[in-house]
């Protein structure tokens, strides 16, 4: 018995095609408008933290609170206000554009004081010094920096600023501290192992490495090599086996 039922026809097939294509325009439509807006917003946004880092430039520029806020306002809607000297606008970068060069200024004047302290210390230390103890010393020393309040995060900032310079400055976590290393040589996974125990404990010894690392004395006595080498850490032979300490340990230490 015949059936009643039409198969589709090409009228069918063409119709759907023109729907899909309707559909995708439609869509590329919305994508616009919402790009557009996006666009206007952001505009907006930037106009907005413009006439507020002008009616705030003294507060940006004195206290370091107010700095690490308005640097992640800026972060928040894409604007890195350090990305400065590599923009290929006229006169700099955001903050300098915007603050005639003050903040800018502050944080690149900042990063050579930063250098200086570093340099000044790295025979004590190896090159590698505790991000609170250098924003100490900035506040402490002489020229920029002295007498002013400066934060942590404001000498984060400063050696981010030395990057794109290839200076050899980086940060880098030991337990819980953050660390700038002022020399290009790269700790192993060794070498951070026994400064964070040295962190935690404030010396280590060989045997104290084999115990509880369950390291071979060889390997042991490599490590501390390298880092006595470097003058990451200091020998004590006066007790009865050789302690090796921390520059950083014994300097936080003598406060107390």
Not at 28 to 40: D, F
Not at 42 to 47: D, T
Not at 97 to 114: I, K, P, S
Not at 229 to 236: F, G, N, T
Request: proline share 4%; glycine share 8%.
């Amino acid at each position: 018995m015949p059936s009643d039922r039409r198969t589709p026809g090409l009228s069918a097939f063409s119709k759907n095609t023109i729907t899909s294509a309707q559909y995708a325009s439609h869509g590329a439509e919305l994508r616009n408008a919402h790009a557009s807006s996006l666009q206007t917003q952001l505009s907006v946004f930037q106009s907005l933290l413009h006439q507020f880092s002008i009616s705030h430039a003294k507060e940006i520029r004195s206290n370091p609170t107010f700095r690490a806020e308005f640097a992640r306002m800026c972060n928040a809607i894409g604007v890195d206000p350090l990305v400065s000297s590599h923009s290929k606008k006229p006169g700099g970068s955001f903050w300098a554009q915007m603050l005639g060069g003050t903040v800018n200024d502050f944080y690149f004047e900042l990063a050579v004081r930063v250098v200086e302290v570093c340099r000044d210390t790295r025979a004590e230390n190896g090159g590698m010094m505790a991000v609170n103890e250098i924003a100490k010393r900035v506040q402490k020393g002489r020229g920029l920096g002295g007498g002013m309040e400066v934060s942590e995060d404001d000498v984060l900032r400063a050696v981010k600023s030395l990057e794109p310079l290839g200076s050899g400055f980086a940060v880098t976590k030991l337990g819980s501290k953050q660390m700038i290393r002022s020399v290009p040589k790269e700790l192993n996974l060794d070498q951070s192992t026994v400064l964070e125990a040295i962190q935690l404990l404030g010396y280590v010894t060989m045997s104290m490495l084999q115990i509880n690392l369950k390291w071979t004395r060889p390997r042991a006595i490599a490590v501390i090599g390298d880092l006595v080498a470097d003058s990451l850490v200091w020998v004590d032979s006066q007790a009865d086996e050789t302690e090796y300490w921390s520059p950083a340990f014994i300097q936080e230490a003598s406060k107390f």
